[in-house]
C-alpha cells in the first residue's frame, strides 16, 4: 500500500507540475537545476490529510515559497481567479516578496480542463485561509 501512495503521489506531481508547464501558477516563476529538475511543486488545493484527491484539478503547480504561503493559510485564489494576500501576512517585512503576487491572476494550464476546480478552491478559501491567525 506505500508503493501505491508514493506512486500516486509521483504520479500527482507529475501531471500537475506539467501541466503548469513546470512554472508557479503564482508568480511564473521556478529554479531549475543544472539536469532540468525543477523546484516547483504539486500542492494539493484540498489537503491529503482533509481527503484531497491525487486530482490535477485538485492540485496547482507551485514555487516552493508559495506553497508554503498557500499551506499556511497567508494566500488563496479568489473566485475571480486572482491571488489573495492576507493583509496581516503582508504587514510583516519578512513577507514583503508577497506584495508582487498579490492581485495577480492566477496562471492558467495549458489544458484548461486541468484548471484548478472552483469547489477545490472555495474550500481551501474557508479552511485554510479563513482560519489562519493573519487578519
Known sequence: QAFQRIARS??????VC???DQRCAM???GLV???GRSEVEAAHIIGRGAKGADDVRNGLALCRAHH???DQGMVCVNPNHHVEVKLG???LANNQSLQAINGKPLRAPANVSFSAHPDALAW???HVFGTTEFT
Open 10 to 15: 509521483r504520479a500527482f506531481r507529475s501531471l
Open 18 to 20: 506539467s501541466t503548469y
Open 27 to 29: 508568480c511564473g516563476g
Open 33 to 35: 537545476n543544472a539536469v
Open 68 to 70: 508554503w504561503a498557500f
Open 89 to 91: 501576512a503582508l504587514a
Open 124 to 126: 481551501h478559501r474557508t
